[in-house]
């Protein structure tokens, strides 16, 4: 019975994405509904499914967690910010020197100007 369900939520992806494609003269609207159609609907038996069920706790779960995470305060976010940009700056301005000087290298060796 689950291997059935999961044949008709094929069915609706590749029916909604065909409807898109078919209805290629019609308004956008149109073609886009055509497809959230066909995947809400294969949302909707999947959810049904053994796999869809696991998905569905470990979609609960996972929110669960996220309520557990220690957020960052304004303060602590400006300065891991500021950190970073800090160092972004350091490694343009690092490579860009490393450039230079390659440049002025191979413009040596190979007996241009300076």
Avoid: H
């Avoid at 998905?55 to 309520?67: D, I, L, P």
């Avoid at 950190?83 to 490393?98: D, H």
């Amino acid at each position: 019975m689950n291997k059935l369900k999961l044949g008709f939520v094929f069915l609706f992806v590749v029916t909604g994405i065909a409807g898109f494609i078919y209805l290629s003269e019609s308004a956008m609207v149109i073609r886009v509904l055509s497809i959230l159609t066909g995947f809400l609907l294969a949302a909707v038996i999947a959810k049904f499914t053994t796999q869809g069920q696991e998905f569905y706790v470990f979609c609960k779960e996972s929110s669960e967690e996220t309520k557990k995470v220690v957020w960052p305060n304004r303060k602590e976010t400006l300065q891991t910010s500021g950190v970073v940009f800090a160092f972004v700056v350091a490694m343009a301005l690092f490579l860009w020197l490393i450039d230079a000087a390659l440049m002025s290298l191979v413009k040596l060796m190979m007996d241009q100007d300076v």
